[in-house]
């Protein structure tokens, strides 16, 4: 399982999949809500929504009113790409790898760099 370079709360967008103007998603663009590492997919705020259809019903913390739910539902990680700050357009992410001196010893620092800039995200 190779790691992913998408995290929570970064901003993308959808990069394949139907075009808006027949209904789809592609093109759009949302915060990331959760990451599913194992299953290589991510929860994106406003994406892909789903109408659940729920049962009225008693649950232990209330009552349950029925009706219509709607959520978003994952979407896989490769749909997705992460926006440059800089052009508000979709660019893969890259690593850069700094030396930091703290408390007379030397550490090495990660920064998630956009590919089309250059500027951290």
Known sequence: MAKMKIKKNDLVQVIAGRRQSKGGDRGKQG???????????????????????TKAGGAERGVNTGGKLVTEAPVHV?????????????????TRVDSVERNGRTKTQRTRVSVRSGKDL
């Open 31 to 53: 915060r990331v809500i959760e990451v599913f590492p194992e299953t290589n997919r991510v929860l994106v705020e406003g994406i892909n929504r789903i109408t659940k259809h």
């Open 78 to 94: 490769s749909n997705v790409a992460v926006v440059d700050p800089e052009t508000n357009k979709p660019t893969r992410v890259s």
